[in-house]
């Protein structure tokens, strides 16, 4: 991990390709933020200081949220059973004009804009299970209507555009679609090689470029670009955030991409050449960009765990109805220890999925915490957890798993998409930041308060005197740390008695958050500036967090469903006693997870990998390769996108 002190930004036209690895550490660390203003449970769990205080007793939505929730959830229930059918959406490859005409008239795309701009207000919690629910009819819905308000034009205004630009573009994001553009074909986890440009010119700016994957930009009427603006005279440079009119002239829609699964998203390539945009347009100042992307994406993130969580619930029941109804052997498959064993596996996981999503959701409702780092956990296990499921139901259906919908029905079988589950879900591991990519932005967050205070000795740019002072800095941090590790309430039995059965998991979580720190603390002291490049190390240690921040979540769902099982049982039913079963079997399967993984931080095969990865490259093995014939399309790995004016079709449609 950078560290972050004495960088310096590179030059705002500085060519993308002469970026180098040093410089593309520092863009990326220039646009953390650097603060914990609020307190966050996930930072110090990390710390090995678990602050269970922080999540419990479980935020509770207030009665006027909960109210308009609630109501918002029925309308769009009974819209989503009566005017949507994803059989349509899947043979189609599109979601039809109508659906997204209904959305719209319910709110749908203004889910998350105040009121006062026309939208309907819902908290974070609540847009999580609108999204839940699309997102279980279709997946490509959900990416819709998240795509839109989670990253598009809504969220960075209202979070960071001015009066002005709020009350221009909110009340018409109510109605019209938006997008978000950043990744270019040279360009994805690494910003520094962004080759877009904005260069002023009197009260616009020039925009330039090409924006590869850019969900909902086929249909967009307003697009978030990420550009670069070159240094100059009054003006500071650096990669900036535009709002764009998806009709300016200049704007071409190149293709709409096609995927395995997610099939009626509106994914495209988009062309800028010397489209004009206005400098109110501008959100934040220039060089902001990735600041305000990242900070977007603190609570946008969790619109992909409330579809996976979406994904878990429905294949439960599923595991559940299907596993009494198979009968083989003269049982029922489920009553068979192995099929057992994955129906407990998706439905103790789904109810985690959910948990961690409905109280990292509440925790933002609530604006007392900074939650990047629970939000990037949801984003990463629940993304990863949901795919394992998806496997596992398919494996418990068997050739019914692997065979369309559409197929069974042909043949007079009820028509359960498990393989579209399968395909629809794989993308969320690389969606909004994937799994290796989100390993090292928490591992780097996780670290902060190490490299805060011994930065500088590892810092090969730092003078004598900067590692001077942060030897005497970090001597003194360590001294009142450490000791903090070696003992705590999880060592002492009565400890979080409260808790019933679930009090000895949230013992474990306390005791293993500290060996966590422990063995963080030893990992920095053995590698020093070489942790960062020690990926294997990194990912499990923040894998291991992430499964101490789903016991927790889970016990404290747990506990409050208990005692307030009227509330979350929407069906009717009471979930308090059954989710204390459910919430100790969950937990249970985690620590196994949680004990391998701390058997992996140092017993891995991660050195002898690396040098295995760099002779493969090198061609030590392509005699491996014969005896093969190659079926892809020929063409370049990454497509030439040189600025220039479209030679394609504009393929960009509006749906009125």
């Not at 701009?117 to 997102?135: C, D, F, I, K, N």
């Not at 440009?197 to 924006?211: H, I, M, S």
């Not at 670290?447 to 970090?474: M, N, T, W």
């Not at 949680?594 to 093995?621: C, M, P, S, Y």
Request: glycine fraction near 10%; proline fraction near 5%.
């Amino acid at each position: 991990m950078s560290q972050s002190s004495h960088t310096t930004r590179p030059a705002g036209g500085a060519a993308p390709g002469a970026v180098d690895e040093r410089t593309a550490r520092r863009v990326a660390e220039e646009a953390r933020e650097t603060e914990w203003r609020l307190p966050s449970f996930g930072k110090q769990l990390f710390m090995g200081d678990f602050r269970l205080d922080l999540v419990h007793p479980h935020p509770r939505p207030d009665e006027e949220s909960r109210r308009t929730g609630e109501q918002f959830l029925a309308r769009l229930r009974e819209f989503c059973e009566t005017k949507v059918d994803p059989q349509v959406i899947e043979r189609e490859a599109r979601i039809p004009d109508e659906v997204v005409k209904g959305l719209r008239e319910l709110g749908a795309f203004g889910m998350k804009i105040p009121r006062r701009y026309g939208g309907l207000g819902l908290s974070q919690l609540y847009y999580g299970r609108a999204l839940m629910l699309v997102g279980s009819v279709s997946p490509a819905i959900g990416a819709l209507l998240s795509a839109h308000q989670s990253i598009g034009v809504p969220q960075p205004v209202k979070l960071f555009g001015t009066a002005e630009q709020k009350e221009t573009w909110l009340p018409r994001c109510v109605n019209e679609i938006s997008a978000f553009l950043l990744t270019e074909p040279d360009v994805g986890s690494d910003p520094a090689r962004l080759s877009a440009t904005a260069v002023p010119d009197g009260d616009e700016y020039v925009l330039n470029g090409v924006k590869l994957w850019t969900t909902n930009g086929v249909v967009a009427e307003l697009l978030v670009v990420m550009a670069r603006v070159p240094r100059g005279d009054g003006h500071r440079g650096g990669i900036s955030a535009f709002v764009v009119e998806a009709n300016s002239p200049g704007i071409t829609v190149e293709n709409r991409n096609a995927f395995m699964g997610l099939r009626g998203i509106e994914n495209g390539v988009t062309r800028f050449h010397d489209v004009r945009v206005p400098a109110a347009n501008l959100i934040g100042s220039e060089g902001a960009g990735l600041k305000i992307a990242l900070t977007t994406l603190n609570t946008g993130r969790l619109s992909l765990p409330a579809l996976c969580a979406a994904a878990g619930k429905w294949s439960t029941k599923i595991a559940r109805e299907w596993s009494r109804e198979r009968v083989q052997w003269g049982r029922p498959v489920g009553e068979h220890e192995a099929i057992a064993r994955k129906v407990a596996f998706i439905s103790a996981t789904a109810y985690a999925m959910e948990a961690m999503v409905d109280l990292a959701s509440q925790l933002a409702d609530d604006e007392r915490n900074d939650i990047r780092i629970e939000a990037a956990l949801a984003k990463l296990w629940s993304t990863e957890m949901a795919c394992r499921i998806a496997d596992e139901l398919m494996q418990l259906r068997g050739g019914r798993g692997y065979e369309t919908a559409e197929s069974l029905a042909a043949r007079g079988e009820r028509g359960v998409p498990v393989e579209q589950y399968v395909r629809d879900l794989r993308i969320n591991r690389i969606f909004e930041g994937s799994t290796e990519i989100m390993h090292l932005l928490i591992a780097r967050e996780a670290v902060d308060a190490h490299l805060s205070v011994a930065g500088d000795i590892i810092d090969p740019e730092a003078s004598p005197a900067q590692k001077a002072r942060a030897a005497v800095r970090a001597g003194g941090f360590y001294a009142r740390w450490l000791p903090t590790l070696v003992t705590g309430p999880g060592q002492r039995p009565g400890s979080y008695a409260e808790f019933g059965p679930l009090a000895k998991h949230l013992r474990y979580v306390e005791r293993t958050s500290r060996k966590l720190a422990r063995a963080t603390f030893y990992a920095a002291g053995r590698w020093q500036g070489e942790l960062e490049r020690r990926q294997g190390f990194l990912g499990r240690m923040v894998d291991i967090g992430a499964e101490l921040f789903a016991m927790s979540a889970v016990c404290v769902r747990a506990y409050s469903d208990a005692a307030n099982g009227a509330m979350f049982g929407r069906n009717g039913r009471d979930p308090g006693p059954s989710a204390l079963r459910l919430a100790d079997a969950f937990c249970r399967q985690a620590r196994l997870r949680i004990d391998e993984l701390f058997r992996g931080l140092w017993h891995n095969t991660d050195v002898l990998d690396r040098k295995l990865a760099r002779q493969v490259l090198d061609g030590d093995f392509i005699w491996q390769e014969e005896g093969v014939l190659d079926p892809s399309i020929p063409g370049p790995w990454i497509a030439h996108a040189e600025p220039g004016a479209a030679q394609k079709e504009n393929v960009h449609r509006t749906i009125g």
